[in-house]
């Protein structure tokens, strides 16, 4: 299934663009704030998103699973 480790790229990529961000703010409070702030609510949303593709792999594997037992 693609899905899956895609998603978890995904979410590895957007935990990493967060902590990339948050440090670059902790260095410099005061440079590009709203460049930074921007940059972490893109990747906490990215986040979500791929979280929700893995919950609904797993429901969907699990209703195929299902049918076929």
Same mark, same amino acid.
């Given at each position: ?13 957007? @935990?990493?663009?967060?902590? &990339?961000?948050?440090? /670059? *703010? #902790? ?5 590009? $704030? ?11 949303? @990215?986040?979500?998103?791929? &979280?929700?593709?893995? /919950? *609904? #792999? ?5 209703? $195929? ?5």
């Amino acid at each position: 299934m693609q899905a899956l480790p895609i998603a978890a790229a995904g979410l590895n990529d957007a @935990a990493n663009r967060f902590d &990339a961000s948050a440090r /670059r *703010t #902790a260095a410099a409070p005061l440079d590009d $704030l709203v460049k930074e702030t921007v940059e972490r609510i893109e990747a906490k949303t @990215a986040f979500k998103a791929n &979280a929700a593709v893995i /919950r *609904t #792999a797993d429901q969907m594997t699990g209703t $195929l699973l299902d049918m076929l037992a």
